[in-house]
């Protein structure tokens, strides 16, 4: 008598005819465009700190301070569209995708951080103003802008990503930053106005703080595994529910198991188990064309 063999974890996670598409992998995302715009970033960001610091320029500094960030960004978006990739082993058999909410939830949390070191300083320099070399801050911001804008124009190639929309949100407040340095810089050159640094870099900062708490909400989400936001949960159970032979729907979870791949399970009481593959039949393709949902695990019940 043969024993039956141990199924490995390739066997355990793979998907046959009849069952949903993805295999818990992303794929179809390029790094090349991420590990440039890092490099750029990085390059840059020393030489604004410098810089910035050598100008006594709050506007340049946290211009500077943004791309800082922006590198650690770049980084760990990076890192966790290449930890996206894995497949599912053993120990993570729903795969590594979520790495990419995870990355983008710490992104969002580093830049209120800096926000918040901005606002600290520009309200402490209302007090005690600061001589600030424009004539440096605007070439050096001017330069800033330039490579700020081949960055975003890189990320917003992909922005089926949460986690590279959430890069490219710090990448957008550093072009308002460098506009901001640009702005105080002139002033300050033909003016001789400090006040401007100090103002420009708060104006700065409440327009990235929208966009932060966006993405740090839907990555958020993602995390706590909400119902994806294009999906009426309450519409799913009714659609369910209507299906001929159903007479109940209850246990309904619905979740993204990777961002753009939501999944469903659920407990169906049905009238005849004997109805049940017509029923499953139905029902997968319900979901698939009106709510999108493609991984789909159901469980039918009798109705005793």
Do not use: C
């Not at 159970?237 to 209850?250: E, N």
């Not at 246990?251 to 169906?268: E, F, K, R």
Request: proline fraction near 5%; avoid cysteine; hydrophobic fraction near 50%.
């Amino acid at each position: 008598m043969h024993a039956k063999p141990t199924p490995s974890s390739a066997h355990l996670h793979a998907h046959h005819k009849g069952d949903a598409k993805h295999t818990h992998v992303t794929v179809g995302r390029s790094q090349g465009a991420l590990a440039f715009a890092l490099s750029l970033t990085l390059v840059f960001a020393v030489i604004e700190v410098l810089t910035g610091f050598l100008s006594n320029s709050l506007a340049l500094i946290s211009d500077a301070g943004h791309m800082v960030t922006d590198a650690a960004a770049l980084g760990l978006a990076l890192l966790a569209q290449l930890i996206a990739k894995r497949p599912p082993s053993a120990r993570h058999s729903f795969g590594f995708g979520r790495a990419e909410a995870l990355a983008a939830f710490v992104n969002a949390l580093a830049m209120l951080a800096v926000v918040g070191w901005i606002v600290f300083e520009a309200v402490h320099r209302f007090s005690a103003p600061q001589q600030v070399q424009g004539g440096t801050v605007f070439v050096v911001a001017l330069i800033g802008l330039a490579i700020n804008l081949l960055v975003a124009w890189l990320l917003s190639r992909d922005q089926e990503s949460i986690n590279t929309r959430a890069a490219l949100v710090h990448v957008m407040g550093d072009i308002l930053g460098s506009i901001a340095a640009i702005a105080a810089g002139a002033v300050i050159y033909f003016t001789g106005w400090m006040p401007i640094d100090p103002l420009l870099s708060l104006f700065v900062s409440v327009l990235i703080l929208r966009s932060t708490v966006g993405i740090l909400r839907d990555s958020y989400h993602a995390l706590m595994e909400g119902v994806p936001h294009q999906i009426d949960y309450l519409q799913v159970g009714a659609d369910l529910a209507a299906i001929p032979g159903v007479l109940s729907v209850h246990d309904l979870h619905v979740w993204d198991m990777s961002p753009g791949q939501p999944a469903l399970i659920g407990h169906l009481r049905i009238g005849n188990l004997r109805d049940w593959p017509q029923v499953l039949a139905t029902v997968k393709d319900m979901l698939l064309t009106r709510h999108g949902i493609d991984h789909v695990t159901l469980q039918p019940e009798p109705h005793d």
